[in-house]
């Protein structure tokens, strides 16, 4: 059940306002098949039993489109309305980080690691001065993000903030800049080496495309 939805038509100078409960976004992810059990490498290295597929629940275009204006509803007027350009870091970032644009009416644009480090390609570019909110998918340390936001900073470009759709960090993690994510989470996350045995007799999976 929706907390609030308030409708204004574009004439009226409004936008259609969609927040959603934390109950609800999961509620998202169940029904996209996309909140996975197992024994999942992260990105960091680290190791999981939960997993957040979050292509699973962005591959529906509506339900992306449902996401993003959820996500833009979290951040204050004010911020959003200093936003000149979205930038999020692929694959992950990529479709949210499109709908996040479509949602504020600013482009966005993605950053590549094809060497291993971010930068944008494709012909993308960031006027010095410009304002990004960088968009990820999921964060959990959080290093993605701020190697990002770094590639941003490198070229010019100023982040004022950054949003996603998931926290798994529970509200832990630092990015330098303020951090809007659509839930937090506290799935338990271990170091490899501390993997307890029930997790350890699971075949692992590494779902992402970070090389480690
Ligand atoms: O906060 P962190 O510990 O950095 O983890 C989160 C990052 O991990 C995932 O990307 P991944 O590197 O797996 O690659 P992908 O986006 O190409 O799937 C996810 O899309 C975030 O970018
Ligand atoms: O930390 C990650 O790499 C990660 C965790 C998660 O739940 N989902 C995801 O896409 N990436
Ligand atoms: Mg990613």
């Not at 109950?23 to 990105?43: M, T």
């Not at 204006?69 to 309305?81: D, M, N, T, Y």
């Not at 990015?175 to 989470?185: A, E, H, K, W």
Request: net charge negative; with cysteine; charged share 25%.
């Amino acid at each position: 059940m929706c907390r609030l939805v308030l409708k204004h038509g574009p004439g009226m100078g409004g936008w259609i306002k969609n927040r959603m409960t934390d109950e609800e976004v999961l509620a998202e992810f169940r029904a996209a098949g996309a909140l996975l059990e197992g024994h999942f490498i992260l990105s960091s290295g680290r190791r999981s039993a939960n997993y957040l597929q979050c292509a699973r629940v962005l591959m529906n275009a509506e339900r992306a489109g449902r996401l993003a204006r959820a996500i833009v509803q979290k951040l204050p007027r004010e911020l959003r309305q200093e936003i000149d350009l979205v930038v999020s870091p692929a694959m992950g970032g990529l479709i949210i980080g499109h709908e996040v644009g479509r949602a504020l009416d600013k482009d966005a644009v993605f950053l590549e690691r094809p060497e291993g480090t971010f930068e944008l390609r494709r012909g993308f570019a960031i006027v010095p001065g410009q304002k990004v909110l960088m968009v990820e998918d999921v964060v959990t340390t959080g290093l993605s993000s701020r190697q990002a936001i770094e590639a941003v900073e490198a070229d010019g470009g100023i982040v004022i903030a950054e949003a996603s759709l998931v926290d798994r960090s529970a509200g832990e993690v630092d990015l330098g800049v303020p951090f809007y994510p659509l839930v937090s989470i506290n799935f338990p996350v271990y170091e490899a080496e501390e993997v307890p045995p029930e997790l350890a007799a699971v075949p692992a999976i590494k779902p992402g495309s970070r090389k480690q």
